[in-house]
């Protein structure tokens, strides 16, 4: 049964960080893509960060360039989203997604509050 947990969210004040983790079971995980989203209510799911299958590639949106470091530890089934100098509008849930050739996976999500 494929799994992907999400922790680490919380409450922080603007230029904290946090570090989100993804947790995954049932697939192998070395072989495939992960991506953070997050989602404000009333408005869509926006990927964050993507990083390759061994952790050689990332991708990361305008707004979070240079402040979000997506990473991996294949030997530990986890995804990681290092977020530093947060800003009120980083605000939300966030998830993690891998995409295999069977299916889109997701997470539960973990809550992010960033107050200004």
């Known amino acids: 049964q494929v799994q992907l947990v999400e922790s680490g969210g919380g409450l922080v004040q603007a230029g904290e960080s946090l570090r989100l983790s993804c947790r995954a079971t049932g697939f192998t995980f070395s072989v495939y893509p992960v991506s953070w989203y997050r989602q404000v209510p009333g408005k869509e799911r926006e990927k964050v960060a993507l990083i390759n299958g061994d952790g050689g590639a990332t991708e990361y949106t305008a707004s979070v360039k240079g402040r979000f470091i997506i990473s991996r530890d294949n030997a530990k089934n986890t995804a990681y989203l290092q977020m530093n100098s947060l800003k009120a509008e980083d605000t939300a849930v966030y998830y993690c997604?891998?995409?295999?050739?069977?299916?889109?996976?997701w997470g539960q999500g973990t809550q992010v509050t960033v107050s200004s």
């Open positions: 997604n891998a995409r295999t050739l069977i299916a889109n996976y």
